[in-house]
């Protein structure tokens, strides 16, 4: 399995905290990506980053922010979560074609 | 824009029959496709990805096919197993980036 992990798993917050999952790799892939998974809509990208503080935006980025400052880790930020964005983030890494996913963090906001 | 359709939503076989898992997308300007399967709360895990080159790939059990001018690439699965049940996604990617669509998926499920 590639070498991709998430925190936190889990996390319960709040309308209106901010919020900021990691995601960390050591496959050195330039490609990493920010997901949401909700029922009946399927996967959604929210950004991807194609190098070190290169970033673009996916379908359903608002709301959210993103940085890379080094390769391995790509951080997402929720400025001020919404029970909107109750969902399952998954992170995802690229050499250049192939997808490689992390376990899944599971946000509930309240 | 693109777009990408899986048929049938869900499915369930028999153990050991053969089956087809279908994905379409509607920009066959593709250069790659990719398929995975997802255990219920798990993450995604790579199963074929084929190349816009390629026609075939497969792996053990797995062929998948594309076809770029139709639109079209199949997942067949050899001899079922109550083990390949399982949710089965396929993602292209969209015209000219490395951002990618995904179906949203086909629920297999095989009875032993």
């Known amino acids: 399995d590639a070498g991709i992990t998430q925190s936190p798993r889990h996390k319960v917050t709040e309308t209106g905290t901010p919020v900021t999952l990691r995601c960390h790799q050591t496959?050195?892939?330039?490609?990493m990506y920010w997901y949401r998974q909700d029922p009946g809509h399927g996967l959604r990208l929210i950004h991807y980053?194609?190098?070190?503080?290169?970033?673009d935006k996916g379908e359903v980025s608002d709301g959210y922010s993103v940085s890379r400052s080094k390769t391995e880790d790509f951080l997402l930020t929720l400025e001020s979560a919404t029970s909107s964005q109750t969902s399952v983030y998954f992170c995802a890494i690229s050499g250049a074609h192939e997808q490689f996913f992390g376990p899944g963090t599971r946000l509930t906001v309240l | 824009k693109q777009e990408v359709t899986q048929i049938p939503a869900a499915l369930s076989v028999p153990e050991g029959e053969n089956l087809v898992l279908n994905c379409s997308f509607t920009d066959s300007a593709i250069y790659n496709l990719q398929w995975f399967r997802q255990d219920p709360g798990k993450g995604l895990t790579s199963l074929l990805l084929?190349?816009?080159?390629?026609r075939e790939q497969t792996s053990g059990r797995l062929n998948a096919s594309l076809d770029k001018s139709s639109g079209r690439s199949t997942l067949y699965i050899a001899a079922s197993q109550p083990g390949d049940s399982a949710t089965y996604l396929c993602?292209?990617?969209?015209?000219?980036?490395?951002?990618?669509?995904f179906g949203t998926g086909t629920r297999l499920k095989v009875l032993a």
């Open positions: 993602a292209v990617p969209t015209s000219g980036t490395y951002k990618y669509i």
């Open positions: 084929i190349q816009s080159s390629q």
């Open positions: 496959e050195n892939h330039r490609y």
């Open positions: 980053s194609y190098g070190v503080k290169d970033t």
